[in-house]
């Protein structure tokens, strides 16, 4: 177990998303330097800033100055497109919240933050603290996720 390393989250038995949680989520980037700490702590918080109101939108992301350096592109298109296949890449409850939050899939279009965060409440029986948490360790998993996916477009 890693130190500060919450048990009761749900895994895929995948290496990535153990090694990301354990190691990226809690601030133990050793090996990381103090570059890739800042474009990791800039790509979280511009991710979680994304959340607010509709979510994931490309109004939003236009508005986001330094998407090249964060997404890979200067096109908000691109960069919804690439933040999407990196939130979708894993089925990690953090993730989901994340992808809840940014309300990445058809159903959840159009509808405001808070209303996402109810039916995510009711559906995996988690508090608002924890899914709030939820949120927070998926935009660190997608900040540290991310340039793989932006390498592959």
Known sequence: MFKGFS???LFTG????VACLG????GLTMSASTSENSILTRRTEALLSL???EGLTLGKLTGVSDRDELFGSDDPFECRSTVIKTIQS???LSLLALRNALAIDDGLRGT???ER???FLQDFKVS?????????QGAQVAAYLLPRFIELG
């Open 14 to 17: 995948r290496c990535t998303v």
């Open 23 to 26: 190691l990226i989520c809690y």
């Open 7 to 9: 048990g009761d989250l």
């Open 112 to 114: 405001l933050l808070t």
């Open 51 to 53: 959340r607010k109101g």
């Open 117 to 119: 965060r109810i039916r």
């Open 128 to 136: 608002m603290r924890t899914l709030t948490a939820r949120e927070e």
């Open 90 to 92: 894993e089925e990690e």
